[in-house]
């Protein structure tokens, strides 16, 4: 019943459903990009099989020694350096940059060099605010796009798309990040940012607003490594 519990859950975290729909159960190896927030045993928790490694530029935003421990390896690194060399090419069977790109000024080429960490039929997850974010109300925990001070650029699904296009990669899904799931528990979520915190908090109503686009994609077999 708790495995089938976790399932159930992983569906509602869209980087977690694209990972339970390519790999399931089975072992695979993922390069978190942006490793914050306690991402390891979150992800860990999800999927027992799969080799952690993480990408960021400090260990210590919101990980602790439990995060740190379930990790295969960590890179510490500025990533608008890209100096990437380290990050081993043709390794790893998916990518993760979820809410991370936003706050690179050169996004783009950040995500050109990751794209061939990533070995051939091996998938990638993007997600990052939309310029739908530019016109929603401002909020506690990020609603419109300039919420966040930190965020630096603004992208498209579109134009990611064709990032990873030209570098090899084949769409697999892109456009608004909408999990309905979340959509018909936003009223219940936010009375329960009003009764703990107060107030309400913007990522309850991510997926009502379209806050948020992706784009899924898989690394050609024919790329060149």
């Known amino acids: 019943m708790k495995r089938l519990l976790r399932s159930a859950h992983a569906q509602t975290i869209p980087p977690f459903r694209a ?3 390519e790999f399931g159960d089975r072992p695979f190896s993922l390069l978190d990009v942006g490793c914050g927030n306690h991402q390891p045993t979150k992800t860990k928790r999800y999927f ?12 210590a935003y919101n990980n602790d020694e439990a995060d740190m421990a379930a990790m295969e390896r960590f890179w510490e690194m500025d990533l608008t350096r890209l100096e990437l060399d380290e990050i081993p090419d043709a390794y790893f069977d998916a990518l993760v940059m979820n809410h991370v ?12 060099g990751l794209t061939p960490k990533l070995r051939r039929g091996g998938i990638i997850y993007v997600e990052f605010p939309g310029p739908r974010s530019l016109g929603l109300p401002s909020l506690p925990g990020t609603l419109n796009f300039h919420d966040d001070p930190s ?4 992208f498209t699904a579109g134009e990611i798309a064709k990032i990873l296009e030209s570098n090899g990669c084949t769409i697999l899904a892109a456009g608004t990040r909408r999990v309905w799931a979340r959509v018909a528990a936003t009223p219940l979520v936010m ?9 309400f908090l913007g990522g309850a109503l991510w997926d009502l607003t379209g806050f948020a686009e992706f784009v899924l994609a898989r690394r050609s077999e024919l790329a060149i490594a």
């Open 19 to 21: 990972l339970k729909a």
């Open 101 to 112: 790109i936003e706050h690179l000024a050169n996004g783009d080429r950040v995500l050109a």
């Open 191 to 199: 009375a329960y940012h009003r009764l703990r915190r107060g107030t």
């Open 48 to 59: 027992p099989n799969c080799a952690y490694h993480g990408v960021d530029i400090t260990p």
């Open 151 to 154: 965020h630096v650029r603004l």
